[in-house]
């Protein structure tokens, strides 16, 4: 049973709203109305379902980004192995975070983000048909 947090409770009248059926809104709790009403184009933005189908988008942003989250003692040392594997894919590291200390009651994690730019892609003529 999902918990009726303000989020839950919106989205159940966002549901009913577009007509959804008890099942839908209930079937897959929370996370799969979230994800549907994702799908018909809605996001949450902190106080309501907002139709994003009339809203202008910004394009994509072509780089990378990750979220290495651990224990706050080792989370510097995952980063850099996950960055090295990263980069030897032939990606190009951005930027690397510092740790940062997760809000209580996760205090004792921490969080470092590791932003990317993918590798350059090859054109045709440079792929080899070997």
């Known amino acids: 049973m999902s918990k009726k947090t303000f989020k839950y409770c919106a989205a159940i009248e966002r549901g009913l709203k577009l007509g959804l059926t ?3 809104m209930h079937g897959d709790g929370s996370e799969g109305l979230y994800l549907l ?3 018909l184009q809605y996001a ?11 809203e202008p988008a910004d394009p994509a942003s072509q780089l990378i980004r990750i979220r290495v989250w651990a224990d706050a003692e080792v989370v510097e040392d995952f980063s850099a192995d996950i960055a090295k594997v990263i980069e030897g894919a032939g990606f190009g590291m951005v930027e690397k975070s510092p740790v940062y200390t997760c809000r209580p009651p996760k205090q004792l994690e921490g969080c470092v983000y590791l932003t990317f730019n993918p590798p350059a892609k090859k054109s045709s003529s440079e792929v080899s048909h070997g």
């Open 37 to 39: 009403l994702q799908k």
């Open 22 to 24: 008890h099942e839908q």
């Open 44 to 54: 949450w933005d902190g106080n309501n379902w907002a139709s994003l189908k009339d």
